[in-house]
């Protein structure tokens, strides 16, 4: 890139102006489409991405952002606006859960400029925050955004675009008539787990009370935590994405032999490198 960018630079090369305006416009109509997705909400529930647009809008310049699994790396790769270098960390390579609490401690000892706020599902969040501990023995602060929607509801998503009415996702009791596990969600009170800890604990019912409790949380010198009840299904969409997993060619479910039949179809689009 930079061998690139330095020749380019000898020829005084510059795109065409058709390109440029073509690409404003895309721009124009992207940022758009990310201050709608901003702008959602409903009675029902907290919408996923109002509550990161929330977080978008109240992080300074400087401050940190710090994904890796489940929606989160692919809707904040679409929607996060950045205003500075070395403020976006997300883990891109293999969606590892559980890097969250961690990665965001290292990204604090190696970060001055500002605050590091690591946003994590509570799927991963159970699989390892033990470097809550760290930071805390450390005087390292982070804060962690912990949006609850019950389970694995990204692979959920999955399984359902893939043909399978989605089975083991989401954190409900088994029932003792079926043997299933399609009983009441398991309740998880993660304010009090994290204050158990020894972080300082908010419960966010709404985009309104998660403005006030990040507020507060900016003003605290430990690590913080602020949880959050989302809806399933809130995330971004895939905007002609699409998520190259193996599906059945045979099966005796229909909708199993559609997805196959459309994963084939967008497996043909793809472009050899």
């Not at 509550?51 to 790396?73: C, Q, R």
């Not at 359902?160 to 079926?178: C, D, I, L, P, T």
Request: glycine share 8%; proline share 2%; net charge negative.
């Amino acid at each position: 890139m930079k061998a690139l960018s330095s020749g380019l630079e000898k020829i005084a090369y510059k795109t065409s102006a058709d390109y440029a305006n073509k690409v404003s416009q895309l721009k124009s109509e992207w940022d758009t489409e990310v201050d709608r997705l901003y702008g959602l909400n409903s009675d029902s529930g907290n919408v996923q991405t109002q509550i990161l647009g929330t977080l978008n809008e109240f992080m300074a310049p400087e401050d940190v952002i710090l994904g890796a699994a489940g929606s989160l790396p692919g809707y904040l790769h679409r929607l996060w606006r950045c205003e500075l270098p070395n403020t976006y960390h997300l883990e891109y390579g293999y969606s590892c859960m559980g890097y969250e609490v961690a990665g965001a401690l290292g990204a604090k000892l190696a970060w001055n400029e500002g605050e590091v706020y690591t946003i994590v599902g509570d799927s991963s969040f159970l699989m390892l925050h033990s470097e809550i501990l760290t930071s805390l023995k450390e005087h390292t602060k982070i804060n962690i955004v912990l949006l609850d929607n019950s389970g694995f509801q990204c692979i959920k998503n999955l399984q359902m675009a893939h043909g399978s009415v989605g089975f083991g996702n989401e954190f409900r009791y088994r029932e003792k008539e079926s043997g299933r596990l399609t009983g009441e969600i398991t309740p998880v009170d993660f304010k009090k787990y994290a204050e158990a800890l020894g972080v300082k604990a908010y419960f966010a019912e709404n985009a309104v009370e998660f403005k006030d409790a990040l507020q507060a949380a900016k003003q605290e010198k430990i690590s913080t935590l602020i949880e959050l009840k989302v809806m399933p299904g809130t995330m971004s969409d895939g905007y002609h994405s699409w998520w190259g997993v193996g599906v059945p060619e045979v099966s005796n479910c229909e909708e199993t032999l559609t997805a196959h039949a459309e994963m084939e179809v967008e497996v043909r689009k793809a472009r050899d490198y």
